[in-house]
């Protein structure tokens, strides 16, 4: 087996190149170090929070009117919603508008492609994703720690502040179909009212139950005192020692009696008396219109009540997600390392010099010239 068949070649080759290697070893370290110190030190600042559930902002849980278990934390689609907010361009644009990101990146906002470099450049700083704990966690970079975690904090409270204007824009269209619909029921209510009135007024019914009883007391009445002094009459006319004017008087209160009964039951429209007639003639009529009046002053009663607790809870601020961990200053840049920038780029020159040497010395006895021509 020749040398060129085992692995002493190769240390053999290595050796030749040795100095070669060394020197480019030492060039890719000295350039390595001196690139990576001119390098900025960039500082990561990270905040973490889980979505609230939407179900916070529901009436009957704020004021008690269901016996459903609070939910406090958003399921996965809320989880998924405040990623999607998190990773939208109106947070992006945001940020830059607020912290000057034209100025502080050096990037030219009078450019036509200024708004999508000065995003491209945000975004690669900035990261907001699910962690392993089913949380988002929010980090940004920056050469400026103290800006880093004002960022990080303002950007979270950004998504808050969208995910609560979902939430009320979804309850501010609620409100304005409850306003729609109780202002219609007002409108109703007073039709009926009004022609409540109306009908109480031409059938002089204003206590249906109470104007019944006393009707049909005053009917009983009439007619057990018409059979009294029927009776009574029967008994004393006959008889000649019983006083004319006595005889008289109990005939005046037998007609004033039967008159009364006439007035019952026949509807006079000269007599301002309530008739039997005029109130079974008009009970129905106002009875229904009765009905109606109670029904809407209830639904209304219940429209507003529900109206109230829909407004009261959107002027309550409910958060839409929960903190967990405010972004604080880093004292520690998370880049460049430059130590591992310096060994992967001596790695790296060691490795592509060595397979140069290689090639060069398995190469080395082929005719060129030969090959070219």
């Known amino acids: 087996m020749t040398n060129h068949d085992n692995l002493l070649s190769v240390f053999q080759t290595i050796y030749r190149w040795r100095k070669t290697i060394r020197n480019v070893c030492i060039a890719a370290a000295i350039g390595s170090v001196g690139i990576s110190l001119l390098l900025k030190n960039y500082y990561q600042a990270t905040t973490i929070f889980y979505p609230a559930s939407p179900e916070l902002a529901n009436p009957e849980l704020i004021f008690g009117f269901t016996s459903q278990v609070t939910n406090y934390f958003g399921s996965d689609r809320d989880l998924d919603r405040l990623a999607e907010i998190a990773n939208s361009t109106e947070v992006v644009d945001f940020m830059v508008n607020k912290y000057r990101l034209y100025d502080h990146y050096d990037i030219d906002s009078t450019a036509k492609d200024g708004p999508h470099k000065v995003r491209k450049h945000f975004r690669k700083l900035y990261s907001a994703l699910k962690n392993k704990n089913d949380a988002i966690e929010l980090s940004i970079e920056d050469t400026d720690p103290q800006l880093a975690a004002d960022m990080a904090n303002t950007a979270r409270n950004k998504i808050n502040e969208i995910g609560q204007r979902l939430t009320k824009n979804s309850q501010a269209k609620l409100i304005e179909t409850f306003e729609d619909n109780i202002k219609r029921k007002h409108a109703d209510l007073t039709l009926i009212g009004d022609s409540l009135r109306n009908m109480q007024a031409k059938y002089n019914i204003f206590s249906a139950g109470a104007q019944g009883e006393q009707l049909s007391s005053q009917l009983a009445i009439a007619e057990s005192e018409i059979t009294h002094y029927r009776a009574k009459l029967e008994i004393l006319e006959p008889n000649q ?61 219940y429209d507003l009540e529900r109206y109230n607790q829909i407004k009261s809870a959107y002027n309550t601020d409910i958060p839409s997600l929960h903190l967990v961990e405010a972004a604080e200053i880093p004292r520690i840049k998370s880049r460049p390392k430059r130590s591992i920038l310096v060994l992967v780029s001596v790695l790296a020159a060691l490795i592509f010099t060595t397979l140069a040497a290689l090639l060069a010395e398995a190469y080395r006895d082929i005719n060129w010239e030969k090959i070219t021509h």
Request: glycine share 2%; hydrophobic share 35%; charged share 25%.
């Open 241 to 301: 020692n019983i006083p004319r004017d006595t005889i008289a008087y109990i005939k005046a209160n037998l007609r004033a009696y039967q008159r009364e009964r006439q007035q019952l039951m026949t509807n006079d429209p000269n007599s301002e008396q309530m008739t039997l007639k005029q109130y079974n003639e008009g009970l129905p009529l106002v009875s229904v219109l009765s009905d109606l009046h109670f029904q809407a002053r209830k639904q209304l009663s």
